[in-house]
């Protein structure tokens, strides 16, 4: 948390993915740091320019694990594939954007 406020702060005006990899089985950690750690920078007001990314979700909703883990938490060739497609639609705008200027 303290290091997306950080980065954050460092570099106005950038915006922040931080993004939640998907694991093959929930993890009592991992669901609290995904449960807390949105809403209190959330919160806080100050940080609007990060964006929270749950693969765990969009994963379990298209049925993404077959193939797309070569073990708990790291992902295949396939499942790097399956990130950058999902994260292309968010970022090519941005980019887009930052350098038509």
Known sequence: ????????RDFPDIPVFAVFQPP???RSIYTRML???PRIIGESGHYKDIQFFDLEKIWQEHNDFPGSLVDPVHLSNEGHSIVANYLSEYLYPIVRERCSR
């Open 24 to 26: 093959d089985k929930a």
């Open 35 to 37: 449960a807390n750690v």
């Open 1 to 8: 948390m303290h290091s997306l406020e950080t980065i954050s």
